[in-house]
Antibody, heavy 121, light 110 residues
Framework: EVQMLESGGGLVQPGGSLRLSCAAS????????MSWVRQAPGKGLEWVAS????????YYADSGKGRFTISRDNSQNTLFLEMDSLRVEDTAVYYCAKGASQYESKPGDFWGQGTLVTVSS | QSVLTQPPSASGTPGQRVTISCSGT????????VNWYQQLPGTAPKLLIDSRNLRSSGVPDRFSASKSGTSASLAISGLQSDDEADYYCAAWDGSLNVVVFGGGTKLTVL
């Protein structure tokens, strides 16, 4: 059974940092690209970043470029999102999602339940 | 402002067929495949139909997708009350090197 469990969300002040994790199981983790997608309260889905199966290729939305870093540890089946210089507008539920292949950046058939990040003073 | 354009709302009565559109450009829908997602209230999104136009496991064949040029569509036939949800399209944009989502369509079953 595929499972993905996000953690690391919480309340942080503007300008602060957070590291989100997504622990995956039930599939060959290194064989699939992974993504982070966020959803601000009452808003639609916004893609944040993707990383290829080997970790060599990364892509970022403009909203997080230079502030967010996506990475993965294939030995631990874990996806990360390091977020620095956080802004109030980064407040959202952050979902990790499995891609359809090692190179497919679009979120695919499995999503985590999300972790809430609140940026507020 | 989302890169892909969806109507903010759609509605239909039980048993009806509704269509949700997703409009893009030559750099996204025009040259890349489209995924469709369903998000039921208070839950995480789930993949409905993937890049190969295949329904995810457990998705009834009342759901279908199509694409023509720079536009894509999701059709739901035999509308049911538990189809009430938000629906999103997404595609890779080859010019921007990003994944782009539509703004979402809230489907109401009257």
């Amino acid at each position: 059974e595929v499972q993905m469990l996000e953690s690391g969300g919480g309340l942080v002040q503007p300008g602060g940092s957070l590291r989100l994790s997504c622990a995956a199981s039930g599939f060959s983790f290194s064989s699939y690209a992974m993504s982070w997608v966020r959803q601000a309260p009452g808003k639609g889905l916004e893609w944040v970043a993707s990383i290829g199966g080997t970790g060599d290729t990364t892509y970022y939305a403009d909203s997080g470029k230079g502030r967010f870093t996506i990475s993965r540890d294939n030995s631990q089946n874990t996806l990360f999102l390091e977020m620095d210089s956080l802004r109030v507008e980064d407040t959202a539920v952050y979902y990790c999602a499995k891609g359809a292949s090692q190179y497919e950046s679009k979120p695919g058939d499995f999503w985590g339940q999300g972790t809430l990040v609140t940026v507020s003073s | 402002q989302s890169v892909l354009t969806q109507p903010p709302s759609a509605s239909g009565t039980p048993g009806q067929r509704v269509t949700i559109s997703c409009s893009g450009t030559s750099s996204n829908i025009g040259s890349h495949t489209v995924n469709w997602y369903q998000q039921l209230p208070g839950t995480a999104p789930k993949l409905l139909i993937d890049s190969r136009n295949l329904r995810s496991s457990g998705v009834p064949d009342r759901f279908s997708a199509s694409k023509s040029g720079t536009s894509a569509s999701l059709a739901i036939s035999g509308l049911q009350s538990d189809d009430e949800a938000d629906y999103y399209c997404a595609a890779w944009d080859g010019s921007l090197n990003v994944v782009v989502f539509g703004g979402g369509t809230k489907l109401t079953v009257l």
